[in-house]
T-cell receptor, first 113, second 117 residues
Framework: GQQLNQSPQSMFIQEGEDVSMNCTSS?????WLWYKQDPGEGPVLLIA?????ELTSNGRLTAQFGITRKDSFLNISASIPSDVGIYFC?????????????FGPGTSLSVIP | DAGITQSPRYKITETGRQVTLMCHQT?????MFWYRQDLGHGLRLIYY???????DKGEVPDGYVVSRSKTENFPLTLESATRSQTSVYFC????????????????FGSGTRLTVV
């Protein structure tokens, strides 16, 4: 079946540093979503991407829809302690296929004050 | 309060017991979902529902039963719990419509951590 890979699996950074993570697949997707999960909570939608090459920002977060449509990237600038959590990507092949949303395994981010 | 709530937050049960996880949303969203989250697997869809009395299987439905008699409630039942069902379970909702999974994403509950001993 379709699978998403996320890298790195985990990262430890100093407060103030920039963060980059990515999500890759062997399959083509039409939509990419990025979620953040705080410890002990459910995931929260951060950014949604709909077109190859699209670059979208949400505050200090910037995400890109890869040109090949097989990958997506998330960058966090000037990290702060509340950025700690697990970041999930999710891919959709067809916008209305609720049972075709594929989630990646997540990237765990730790921020050292 | 408006939102999506799951209960209980934590549950320990014995192998072979039946256990029901509750999910309630106050937005009247059409779609509701049950996911399980396991280390290294991300989120995997168990069941979903497009409306009251309409449910469908997801990726990992075996051993689970769902019902949706009212729009706002979507309980998940483990008929005979097994250790492999130890996991964190998330309920989610989505208001539906064209392009909805991508446009609106899902709103997730805070999860139920289930341990089967």
């Amino acid at each position: 079946g379709q699978q998403l890979n996320q890298s790195p699996q985990s990262m430890f950074i100093q407060e103030g540093e920039d963060v980059s993570m990515n999500c890759t697949s062997s399959s083509i997707f039409n939509t990419w979503l990025w979620y953040k999960q705080d410890p002990g909570e459910g995931p929260v939608l951060l950014i949604a991407l709909y077109k190859a090459g699209e670059l979208t920002s949400n505050g200090r977060l910037t995400a890109q829809f890869g040109i090949t449509r097989k990958d997506s990237f998330l960058n966090i600038s000037a990290s702060i302690p509340s950025d700690v959590g697990i970041y999930f990507c999710a891919g959709l092949l067809v916008k209305t296929s609720y049972d075709k949303v594929i989630f990646g395994p997540g990237t765990s981010l730790s921020v050292i004050p | 309060d408006a939102g999506i709530t799951q209960s209980p937050r934590y549950k320990i049960t014995e192998t072979g017991r039946q256990v029901t996880l509750m999910c309630h949303q106050t937005w009247s969203h059409s779609y509701m979902f049950w996911y399980r989250q396991d280390l290294g697997h991300g989120l995997r869809l168990i069941y979903y529902s497009a409306a009251a009395d309409i449910t469908d299987k997801g990726e990992v439905p075996d051993g689970y039963v769902v019902s949706r008699s009212k729009t706002e409630n979507f309980p998940l039942t483990l008929e005979s719990a097994t250790r492999s069902q130890t996991s964190v379970y998330f309920c989610a909702s989505n208001r539906g419509g064209t392009g909805a999974p991508g446009v609106y994403g899902y709103t997730f509950g805070s999860g139920t951590r289930l341990t089967v001993v």
